[in-house]
Nanobody, 120 residues
Framework: QVQLVESGGGLVQAGGSLRLSCAAR????????MGWYRQAPGKERELVAV???????NTADSVLGRFTISSMNAKNTVYLQMNSLKPEDTAVYYC??????????????WGQGTQVTVSS
């Protein structure tokens, strides 16, 4: 079984930065895609950014140029560096992972979520 452990959420002022981390643990044959989705109150879950073990990425237009996804394949860990945060970035951020290389969902494994709150 794969468990995704997220960290790094919190409260930050607009214009600030946060870095999210997610580590895949457990019985892992081969994780080839990891990434992040987010869900704001009253809205559907949406893709933020994903990265494959081959280095391909898919990043939402709304965060392009502000958020950067990176990974450490050997440690099955993914990071999301979030800069120039805006109040509209407030959401629960969910880590996702899959054994298949794909830059669009659905994904097999999900974390519990970490809250990011951006105050104006």
């Amino acid at each position: 079984q794969v468990q995704l452990v997220e960290s790094g959420g919190g409260l930050v002022q607009a214009g600030g930065s946060l870095r999210l981390s997610c580590a895949a643990r457990g019985t892992i044959f081969s994780i080839n895609t990891m990434g992040w989705y987010r869900q704001a109150p009253g809205k559907e879950r949406e893709l933020v950014a994903v990265i494959t073990s081959g280095g391909r990425t898919n990043t939402a237009d709304s965060v392009l140029g502000r958020f950067t996804i990176s990974s450490m394949n050997a440690k099955n860990t993914v990071y999301l560096q979030m800069n120039s945060l805006k109040p509209e970035d407030t959401a629960v951020y969910y880590c996702c992972a899959d054994t298949v290389r794909r830059t669009t969902g659905p994904y097999a494994y999900w974390g519990q979520g970490t809250q990011v709150t951006v105050s104006s």
